[in-house]
């Protein structure tokens, strides 16, 4: 996005996945005993042929003991926080050496490594869970493969529900597809804790955790709500967690043109985004100063320091075994400077002959075929559901009288499109063509600033909106393109902007800010649009701009935005005030990440 000129509860669904913790009793410093209650070595444990006692007939349940000794649980610390908890008596869970993760669905066997990594358990594979493992399990509603509905992210079959798959085989987000199945129109946002894709139950009973879900990524969320439990407290509280995302798209985007940023550094940003729930991570590899990643259709566009082919790759098998969605953008038509390098012919010019920076000729055939072989190219390498196409800043249509200053992208126009085209018709069909370029079984986005009022051609109607700003000459208020029936995602440029050396006004975004100041409906300035569209709002994105690229190291960048993603985290999980003061919450941060 630009970035030189401008920047600115209910019940989830219980009963579809199953993670089985068996717990040993809490002792000192145990979850009951952290709860105000005092730890019990003789309470009852699950036995390893019959783990969950509960779903016994009830004539044929053991007989409750006495749980008296125990004070009523907590819901677990986690960022975002869970949005439901129903407290209980007992003891808890805490790990133990003796322990596995298991499972009962081979496809969760990536979620089970990670968690028993994570917490110093043994993998146990496909195996009964006994007293004191984890078990992990799909149940529900399945595909016909069995595994257990696989949502969002390009894993679809076809244009309504399916796409090409992630290249891994899992489901590594929450959306449900496109057409017909895609997430909008308040599917998404009237949904409560227990309902949803990426919704999960998580029970503490009978010296057990279970946790349900209808695919692999609410399991995943599970297991970061007990791993963040574990190392806030070192327990994970007695009762039950219904949760859910409040928005299906919660991403974060890099600027990685006008700075380099090493794969390693992009790893363990998505290491992070993984624990806080994040399901997105936006890639913007192309501007004026850049092209990063490697390209065999031009490799003469590609900057000295740019990623390898084989480092995109495992960034984007890190990003989906963290069911995350790597969206890669190539902006255009404007932003395109690094192409026009190598090509100069296809420059924009005025009427004086002058060049128009970073713009392309949308008049001229070459440049549509170029940066089209460029969308192909890197189809391949990101195989998930989503693509961001840029579209805004084009400086031809952010002078007073685009006509007189281009007249001859205005006959373009006329030619192309009829006698009454403008040049605004002529950008929105080059919006239009890259969308279908992509591909049809991606959800495709692009910046608000690309879509036009009034005109003979129109943007496609299953084109995203990524509002950032209301700054743009003609600068339209998001209400309108939510009437219009689009769906919208919240780059808000006020609170979601990290905007290195922070010119034109910027400030480095605070999480104080965003955590009690922001809501997904807060689409431009500091006004929520009315609550009536918060169906069309997906979600959104906190975004890092490189304006001044040297202004902050890589380092200095991680350090901050920490507390602004974890704010923007908690907002697009549950949008209602948050029930932690701001300073709990940064305490809670630091001992998460500590």
Not at 375 to 395: K, M, N, S, T, V
């Amino acid at each position: 996005m630009p970035r030189a000129a401008l920047v600115g509860g209910g019940v989830v669904a219980a009963g579809a996945v199953a993670l089985t913790i068996g717990l040993w009793p809490a002792g000192p410093g145990g979850a009951g005993q952290g709860e105000g209650g005092r730890g019990d070595s003789k309470a009852p444990t699950a036995s390893a042929s019959d783990p969950h006692p509960e779903d016994r007939p009830p004539k044929d349940r053991p007989k409750p003991t006495s749980s008296t000794a125990y004070a009523l649980s907590k819901p677990p610390s986690t960022i975002p926080a869970v949005r439901e908890h129903t407290p209980a008596r007992g003891p808890g869970w805490r790990p133990d050496g003796k322990a596995r993760v298991v499972v009962g669905d081979p496809g969760l066997r990536d979620e089970a490594r990670l968690l028993a990594r994570e917490l110093r358990l043994r993998y146990g594979g496909e195996a009964r869970p006994r007293s004191g493992d984890v078990h992990l399990d799909l149940t529900g509603d399945r595909t016909p493969d069995g595994t257990g509905g696989r949502a969002g992210d390009g894993t679809r079959p076809g244009p309504a529900t399916g796409g090409p798959g992630t290249g891994t085989g899992r489901d590594t987000g929450g959306d449900t597809g496109t057409g017909a199945g895609r997430v909008g129109g308040g599917a998404e946002a009237g949904r409560g804790p227990g309902e949803g894709p990426e919704a999960y139950t998580l029970v503490v009973k009978d010296r057990a955790v279970r946790i349900t879900a209808p695919t692999q990524a609410g399991v995943f969320h599970g297991t970061r709500t007990l791993k963040q439990s574990v190392r806030a407290d070192g327990t994970v509280p007695e009762g039950v967690v219904r949760d859910a995302p409040a928005k299906p798209r919660r991403g974060f985007m890099l600027d990685m043109a006008r700075k380099h940023f090493s794969a390693d550094w992009i790893e363990r940003r998505i290491e992070e985004l993984g624990d806080l729930k994040y399901n997105e991570l936006g890639l913007h590899f192309s501007d004026d100063q850049a092209f990063r990643i490697a390209s065999e259709s031009h490799p003469e566009v590609v900057s000295a320091d740019h990623l390898t082919k084989a480092q995109v790759r495992r960034i984007v098998d890190l990003a989906a075994s963290r069911h995350i969605t790597v969206v890669p953008e190539i902006d255009s038509p404007g932003h395109l400077g690094a192409v026009l390098k190598a090509h100069p012919d296809l420059r924009l010019r005025n009427t004086r002959g002058a060049v128009t920076p970073g713009a392309v000729d949308i008049g001229n055939p070459k440049a549509a075929r170029i940066v089209d072989e460029l969308l192909r190219e890197y189809a391949e390498l990101f195989p998930g559901g989503r693509w961001h196409i840029g579209a805004d800043e084009y400086q031809a249509l952010v002078v007073r009288d685009p006509e007189a200053s281009y007249p001859r992208l205005a006959a373009a126009a006329r030619d192309r499109l009829g006698p009454g085209a403008t040049i605004q018709d002529l950008a929105t069909r080059w919006l239009n063509d890259r969308a279908r370029a992509v591909g049809p079984a991606r959800d495709v986005r692009a910046w608000n600033d690309g879509f036009f009022r009034g005109g003979t051609v129109a943007a496609d109607d299953d084109i995203e909106v990524a509002y950032w700003t209301g700054k743009e000459i003609g600068a339209r208020d998001p209400v309108e393109y939510l009437r219009e029936g689009r769906d919208v995602l919240n780059y808000n440029d006020e609170f979601l902007y990290y905007v290195l050396g922070e010119p034109n006004d910027f400030a480095y975004p605070t999480g104080r800010r965003i955590y009690e100041q922001w809501t997904p409906r807060v689409l431009r300035g500091t006004t929520p649009v009315p609550a009536a569209y918060d169906g069309r709002i997906l979600g959104g994105s906190f975004a890092v701009w490189c304006d001044l690229a040297g202004a902050q190291t890589q380092d200095e960048v991680a350090r901050g935005i920490r507390m602004p993603l974890r704010a923007t985290a908690q907002k697009l999980w549950d949008a209602r005030e948050p029930s932690r003061s701001w300073a709990d919450f940064e305490r809670l941060a630091a001992r998460l990440d500590g």
